[in-house]
């Protein structure tokens, strides 16, 4: 059974840092790409970040040089290292992981397989 399960979310204050973690079991990690997107209240789900299986990374222009995602596939998990938050990346917070196909070129903005259930990421201005 596929578990994703984030977490470190929380409260924080404008400029300050948070280090999300997404533990993964039930599939074969190293060969997924692994995604983060969140959700505001009222808004559509947006693509944050993702990691291919063999590191290619990708940032929304929003976060890019502010987040950094990483992955540690001896661990199964993935992390959203988000530093100089501000009040508008507050959102809920979502892994996700999506199959890649050897010789298919994986969209990290696309469908993904699996998803957690979300961690809330509140920053106050």
């Known amino acids: 059974q596929v578990h994703l399960v984030e977490s470190g979310g929380g409260l924080v204050q404008a400029g300050g840092s948070l280090r999300l973690s997404c533990s993964a079991s039930?599939?074969?990690?190293?060969?997924?790409?692994m995604g983060w997107f969140r959700q505001a209240p009222g808004k559509e789900r947006e693509f944050v970040a993702a990691?291919?299986?063999?590191?290619?990374?990708t940032y929304s222009t929003d976060v890019k040089g502010r987040f950094t995602i990483s992955r540690d596939n001896a661990k199964n998990t993935v992390y959203l290292q988000m530093n100089g938050l501000k009040p508008e990346d507050t959102a809920a917070y979502y892994c996700?992981?999506?199959?890649?196909?050897?010789?298919?070129?994986?969209?990290?903005?696309?469908?993904?397989?699996?998803w957690g259930q979300g961690t809330q990421v509140t920053v106050s201005s």
């Open positions: 039930g599939f074969t990690f190293s060969s997924y790409g």
């Open positions: 990691a291919s299986r063999g590191g290619t990374i």
């Open positions: 996700a992981a999506d199959r890649q196909t050897y010789g298919k070129t994986w969209n990290p903005r696309g469908e993904y397989d699996y």
